[in-house]
């Protein structure tokens, strides 16, 4: 039947548990050099961590106080292949440095630079543009972008009308953006399972051992079964203790400590006229770094840094709201934000490494993996630590090449110039482009305005879209006309689509543009349910699983 999943194998050489970026990217990795691999993923993909980030696709300019060089150096030039492998969803972003001051503020961050513990303070100019000549240096062998620029207090007007008086200059650097990271997800899955022997099953949760195999759950359907793998690669992220302890009862280590980090999605012209198409990169008055920028037809304001516990329960709360509108009102004092132009937030809870920095802004952002050899239990563990999203191919490379050892295999395929999803074969070039849309919506018998608007949406993907969509009569969505019933037909059956949300949320931007009301969230249950045959009752039930989840994880509690 249409959108189901092939069945559970019961016998695996690895499996993955755990469907956020760096999972998928470890079963990409390992599915290419021929391995039996299945990941698990209990939600939907990509719906962790991996859903929740700032889209900066970055080499990190805040770490370089921290030291952190290699991780520095190493994010840059997976900004620059995601760049090339990734064209159809990442693109550059413009960023903005407001600067309070040139000098003042030098010695606390000299100091705080060689670990000492200081009180919150402004970065000065200088030091910020110090970082950004070595972040111009470190990108030298992959770069895509121009050099960082300092600009005069006029440019800088100019550049984001309506930044404070206070700011005396600025500085433009480049970095990058992704615009939909859980379709980049699903596209790894999709690119995989079209190509080698990995499958991965989402809503299917890792529940604990049995006589030495791991068992899961399906949390739809319920069904239920047992695995045995030679491998288990642990990729839950802020959940990794909680997984770890299921599956080796007793060990009971504690790894990670998450950080949670909220957003806010506001509909708001006068902000999103100055942001224009510039990221603005602005410290609040203790010293954290906040972002602003236009994303999904909104500003992306963000986010926190906060300790959280239990990764389960990281919704965002009314205070960090006014945190983010307070840092927001120090760059834009003149602005006024009302609460019915926040339309969408978002949660998640970054898996940072334990560590006994007081300050959460200086927990290192690497990634490492803990390898417990087959003996204790029937299976080796690698336990997956922390790890950016920018990273992820070559933390999935190194987790990879750790679970190869354990099989005794060798590595035959690379993934370092590989082109993701609608990636492929997608012209760069303006005026192959153009040509390529020309031609491409004259065989769907689309205008090419229609055409194009796909291809920002998928890429090369368009494609198979609108070759599915001329096949049965269409028609625009009631609520949303922007998207054809047919599109989205073709996202349920081809794009790994269990619930509503699914839809909504991860293979679209109409969550994160704050277009979720009613009518729209009953036109999607009424396509997913003439896909899989629900009756009404279980259309009902779908619509109550995805408003629980709206009003829980994407609106502010208070
Ligand atoms: C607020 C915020 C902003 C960020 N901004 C950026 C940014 O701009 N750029 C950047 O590079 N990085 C950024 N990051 C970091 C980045 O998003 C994460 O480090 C990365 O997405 C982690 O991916 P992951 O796959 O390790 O974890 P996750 O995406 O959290 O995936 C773990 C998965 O494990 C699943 N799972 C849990 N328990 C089970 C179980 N029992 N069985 C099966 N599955 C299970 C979960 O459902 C989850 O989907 C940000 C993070 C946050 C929170």
């Not at 999943?5 to 970026?21: E, M, N, S």
């Not at 550049?159 to 997800?185: C, H, K, N, Q, W």
């Not at 045995?228 to 504690?254: E, F, H, L, M």
Request: glycine share 10%; net charge negative; proline share 4%.
């Amino acid at each position: 039947m249409k959108g189901t999943t092939p069945a559970i194998p019961d016998q695996v050489d690895v499996l993955v548990i755990g469907g956020g970026i760096n999972g998928i990217s470890a079963f990409r990795e390992l599915a290419l050099q021929g391995v039996k691999v299945v990941l698990m993923e209990r939600d939907d993909f990509c719906s962790g961590a991996s859903a929740a980030l700032s889209r900066m696709v970055h080499g990190g300019l805040r770490y370089l106080e921290n030291g952190e060089f290699r991780l520095v150096r190493q994010s840059l030039q997976e900004r620059d292949r995601l760049l090339k492998n990734a064209p159809h969803c990442v693109s550059p972003l413009p960023t903005v440095v407001p600067i309070s001051s040139w000098v003042s503020g030098t010695l606390p961050t000299i100091a705080s630079f060689f670990g000492a513990s200081v009180k919150p303070h402004r970065r000065p100019g200088l030091m910020i543009r110090a970082g950004l000549l070595l972040y111009d240096l470190l990108a030298r062998h992959s770069r895509t972008m121009p050099r960082h620029r300092g600009l005069g207090r006029a440019a800088l007007r100019r550049m984001v009308p309506g930044i404070t008086e206070s700011a005396v200059g600025g500085v433009l650097y480049f970095d990058a953006r992704v615009s939909l990271p859980e379709r980049l997800g699903l596209e790894m899955i999709l690119d995989t399972e079209a190509e080698a022997e990995g499958r991965a099953f989402s809503y299917t949760e890792i529940i604990g051992i049995e006589a030495g195999q791991i068992r899961w759950r399906d949390r739809l359907s319920g069904a239920s079964g047992n695995i045995t793998p030679r491998v288990v690669i642990n990729a839950t992220g802020a959940w990794v203790d909680i997984v770890g302890s299921a599956i080796q009862p007793g060990a009971n280590s504690k790894r990670v400590h998450g950080t949670k980090g909220s957003h806010l999605m506001i509909r708001n012209p006068e902000l999103q006229a100055a942001l224009g198409d510039h990221m603005v990169y602005y410290e609040n008055h203790d010293g954290r770094i906040c972002i602003a920028f236009a994303h999904a037809g909104a500003a992306m304001v963000g986010s926190t840094d906060i300790l959280i516990d239990d990764p389960d329960a990281a919704v965002c709360f009314e205070d960090e709201k006014n945190y983010m509108l307070e840092a927001l009102g120090n760059v834009f004092p003149h602005l006024r934000v009302d609460e019915e132009q926040i339309v969408h937030t978002f949660t998640g809870v970054r898996p940072l490494p334990i560590s006994e920095e007081g300050a959460t802004g200086r927990i290192s952002r690497d990634h490492s993996v803990d390898v417990e050899p087959a003996g204790r239990q029937p299976f080796a563990v690698l336990t997956l630590i922390g790890g950016k999203w920018t990273t992820f191919r070559v933390f999935g490379e190194e987790v990879a090449d750790l679970a190869l050892a354990e099989l005794g295999r060798a590595r035959s395929v690379d993934t370092y110039d590989l082109k993701i999803g609608g990636g492929r074969n997608l012209p760069v070039d303006a005026r192959e482009r153009a040509a390529w849309i020309r031609q491409c919506a004259g065989t769907a018998g689309l205008t090419e305005a229609r055409f194009s608007t796909l291809v920002s949406r998928y890429g090369s993907r368009s494609e198979a879209v609108a070759a599915f969509m001329a096949e049965g009569d269409d028609a625009a969505l009631a609520s949303a006309p922007d998207y054809s019933r047919r599109e989205l037909l073709f996202l349920i059956e081809n794009e790994r689509v269990r619930e509503i949300g699914d839809i909504l949320l991860r293979r679209t931007t109409l969550g994160i543009e704050g277009r979720i009301n009613a009518e729209l969230t009953s036109e999607i249950a009424a396509l997913l349910g003439s896909t899989f045959g629900w009756s009404v009752e279980e259309t009902s039930k779908a619509v109550a699983r995805f408003n629980e989840t709206i009003e829980h994880r994407h609106r502010i509690q208070h």
